[in-house]
C-alpha cells in the first residue's frame, strides 16, 4: 500500500506541474481569481485530481476549464470546503 501511495503521489507531482505549465502558457489571470492577490498564487484544479479515474486523459484532468488561480490562503479554503468558487 505504501508503494502505491507513493506512486500516486509522484504521478499527482507530474500532473500539477504539467498543469502550472498549462496555465501559465494560456494568459489566464496570473493572480487569485477571489482576492486578486498576485504576488504568489498556486494553480488549482477545481475538480480534484484523485477524483477522475487512472485512466482519465491528461488533457481532461489538466483542461484550462479545471484549473484555476487561487493564493494560498483562498486554495486551503477552497480545499477544506470553506470556499466555492
Known amino acids: 500500500a505504501e508503494i502505491r ?13 504539467l498543469a502550472r505549465r ?3 502558457n494560456s494568459g489566464k489571470p496570473q493572480c487569485c481569481v477571489v482576492c486578486g492577490y498576485s ?6 484544479h477545481i475538480r ?4 477522475f479515474p487512472d485512466n482519465t486523459p491528461m488533457s481532461v484532468v ?7 488561480a487561487l493564493c494560498p490562503n483562498c486554495h486551503w479554503e477552497f480545499d477544506h ?5
Open 39 to 44: 504576488t504568489h498564487f498556486e494553480v488549482c
Open 5 to 17: 501511495s507513493r506512486n500516486r503521489y509522484q504521478a499527482n507531482a507530474w500532473i500539477r506541474k
Open 62 to 68: 489538466n483542461s484550462l476549464d479545471n484549473l484555476t
Open 81 to 85: 470546503k470553506l470556499l466555492s468558487l
Open 48 to 51: 480534484p485530481i484523485q477524483e
Open 22 to 24: 498549462a496555465y501559465y
